[in-house]
């Protein structure tokens, strides 16, 4: 049923129709219809994202910037780039362990995805601009300030406590139940891997960060729900009420999700590359090296989230400052090591010229400049000067934009397996080029916004002779869509592998 | 920035290309000499991080501003409440060279307390969380007279864009006139 729903979707169900002939619909369907959604959510992201600077060059109004601001990065963030990554991830990991990534929790992990992710957008639609960092407790203020209605807010949280419990509890829960429990179908088992290969290790890494660190947010964000629905008083959750104590519990979430997304997706890179080898030998230069690269990140990237806090201080101690310091360079030392695992691997075995490939090292490079950016910011004295302005909204769009990229590559290795089609090497060529134009162009466009001062989610960039900064995200933003247009356009114009 | 960027961006697509395009066969390179490749890699990275981790040390504004107090040197207080979408600031007139501690509260939501050089450059930025105990703090001494601009840098609803105000610096013989 659910392989004739992706089949009768208008022009994406030509894309991703499943191949029923090869007996992995259990792997491949779910997957599927997961990355086909993820897809309708990212063409909602680009006409919000084209929509910004639009709005401000038409001067169009403030209100009109701002819902396009929530919705965009809202769309940009869940509902697409995290629904991409769980739908090639389940895939990934049912082919390695051999088990199915459908049944009722996989179904559950769609549904609070999508049905949260609508949610919130009717609410946003309906008043409710808080951008996707919440910036609680702007949603009640807003509300008492008559700026949008507690429905709304009612409405949005529900949405987003729906989003949160897919990825904090239900893709986390499955990811462990495919790789410990459950038998191994010898028939679903496309390329055997063990918890010791660095492809494995970072997925299951990612997912035990999730659950760890999203697990105060959930219970915060719970006992505000608890509230707004009016089951318990707001006066009984007024620990979880406070702002300091939910700005904590969001950027301890926030900040790893993104560490872990990062490390899922270098986890994929380290599985796929070897399998591009020109010498054929599907090995990394060192797993070693790979796997202490992967446990530097996750060390690391635990309590580098105090860097969100510096510009706060006293209210953030020095020291957690200088820690915060320390641990968000100590993730450069992790991508040091990726870098040379990469490299050496590529150095001594040669690679494949292949569209995929390619994908996932020029996501490669944007992931890496956007990581000198970032170490840049997280600096405490650099921060002082550039936190607030574009230069960190930069760096996480820059950070979405890589991942996605390297999932795109991922996903031009694994679309075989899922539709039994092929895809054109000139149009996926084309695509990668477009994109990583498009990527490096934004990534240094914002940075330049911000070390002139440009404020981030801010609707006047006029008023400090910033424009010039919008238009250069608009062009570099049109390279983007023609890359993402030529990439499903290279999906359109897939031709059975028989 | 750039002087990691620059030597990343030559090398990763030189490489890249090299064993893609140019010669995809495997290379001769000898595993003692990427073993020896791997050791100066990894020294360098950490020895980088060392090394900007202790010299950022000096340029941390609370250094400068625990430097400030400890000099003995007479500190102007002024203390901001930010509120959606003013500033109430008890004095907006500095003196260039006399240090400033800016203690900044918000009462409603989210804020920033940004001041902006004349020529648009930012000089520091402070980000308010409601319900904090102690004020976001920072002691800074202006340098040059002019017309200083304040912004909101935390986005804090419909108006945020509206919340500005400025400051004035002005030479020391000014301010006693």
């Known amino acids: ?498 | 920035m750039l002087l990691f960027q620059l030597p990343f961006l030559l090398v990763f697509p030189f490489i890249v290309y090299r064993k893609c395009f140019v010669d995809p066969t495997p290379s001769n390179t000898g595993r003692g000499k990427l073993t020896r490749i791997e050791t100066v890699w990894i020294f360098s990275a950490v020895a980088l991080f060392v090394i900007a981790n202790v010299y950022s040390i000096s340029y941390m504004p609370m250094s400068k501003t625990a430097a400030t107090e400890a000099s003995g040197v007479a500190i102007q207080d002024v203390d901001v409440t930010a509120r959606s979408w003013s500033y109430e600031i008890s004095d907006r007139e500095f003196e260039v060279g006399k240090p400033v501690r800016f203690s900044v509260k918000s009462v409603d939501t989210m804020h920033g307390f940004t001041v902006y050089h004349p020529n648009g450059k930012i000089l520091f930025n402070m980000m308010l969380i409601p319900g904090l105990e102690k004020a976001s703090s920072l002691v800074y001494t202006f340098t040059e007279p002019g017309k200083y601009k304040v912004r909101c840098l935390e986005y804090c609803g419909i108006a945020h864009h509206g919340m500005q105000d400025e400051l004035t610096v002005v030479k020391a013989t000014d301010k006693s006139s």
């Open chain 1, 1 to 498: 049923m659910l392989a004739a729903t992706i089949r009768r979707t208008p022009l994406l169900g030509k894309m991703f129709e499943v191949d029923e002939s090869t007996g992995l619909s259990d792997i491949n369907t779910w997957p599927a219809m997961m990355i086909m959604t993820s897809f309708v959510w990212l063409v909602v992201a680009i006409l919000l994202g084209v929509g910004m600077p639009v709005i401000q060059m038409a001067e169009m109004g403030s209100d009109l910037f701002y819902t396009a601001i929530t919705l965009h990065g809202a769309a940009l963030a869940f509902p697409f780039l995290f629904q991409f990554m769980m739908g090639i991830s389940l895939h990934r990991s049912g082919g390695c362990m051999g088990k199915p990534a459908s049944g009722k929790l996989t179904a559950l992990i769609y549904i609070c995805m999508n049905g949260g992710a609508v949610l919130l957008t009717l609410a946003v639609l309906g008043g409710l601009k808080i951008t996707y960092t919440v910036m609680y407790p702007l949603p009640l203020v807003g509300a008492q300030m008559g700026a949008w209605s507690m429905n709304m807010v009612v409405l949005g949280f529900t949405g987003i406590a729906l989003v949160l419990t897919s990825m904090i509890f239900l893709y986390p829960f499955q990811i462990i139940r495919m790789s410990f429990f459950g038998e191994q179908r010898e028939e679903l088992l496309l390329s055997a891997r063990s918890l010791k290969d660095p492809g494995m290790l970072g997925m299951v890494m990612s997912i035990m960060i999730l659950l760890v660190t999203g697990t105060p947010l959930m219970i915060v964000a719970g006992a505000l729900l608890l509230a707004l629905y009016g089951i318990v008083p707001l006066e009984a959750v007024t620990w979880a009420s406070e702002p300091v104590v939910f700005q904590y519990v969001f950027y301890i979430f926030a900040h790893n999700l993104m560490e872990a997304m990062a490390i899922m997706v270098i986890s994929a890179v380290y599985a796929t590359l070897p399998l591009y080898l020109a010498d054929g030998t599907r090995k990394l230069y060192s797993d070693k090296l790979a796997n202490l690269a992967l446990w530097i990140l996750l060390v690391t990237s635990v309590t580098s989230f105090f860097h969100h806090f510096y510009t706060t201080n006293p209210g953030l101690p020095t020291a957690l400052s200088y820690h915060g310091n320390i641990m968000s360079w100590g993730t450069g030392i992790g991508a040091a090591f990726s870098i040379f695992t990469i490299l050496a691997t590529i150095w001594k075995h040669g690679i494949k010229p292949e569209p995929g490939l390619m994908a996932i090292l020029a996501g490669f490079v944007v992931y890496i400049l956007d990581g000198v950016n970032a170490m840049v910011a997280a600096n405490v004295a650099v921060s002082y000067q550039i936190h607030g302005t574009l230069w960190v909204g930069g760096h996480a769009m820059s950070v979405l934009i890589a991942m996605t990229l390297m999932w795109m590559g991922v996903l031009y290795h694994h679309y075989p397996v899922i539709t039994g089609k092929k895809l054109d090497k000139v149009l996926g060529n084309r695509f990668v080029t477009l994109y990583t134009i498009g990527a490096v162009g934004l990534l240094y466009s914002f940075a330049a916004g911000g070390a002139m001062g440009m404020p981030r989610r801010f609707a006047d960039w006029d008023a400090g002779g910033w424009m010039s900064v919008g238009v250069a995200i608009l062009v570099f933003g049109l390279f983007l869509i023609a890359g993402f247009f030529t990439y499903m356009q290279s999906f359109f114009k897939s031709r059975a592998i028989s």
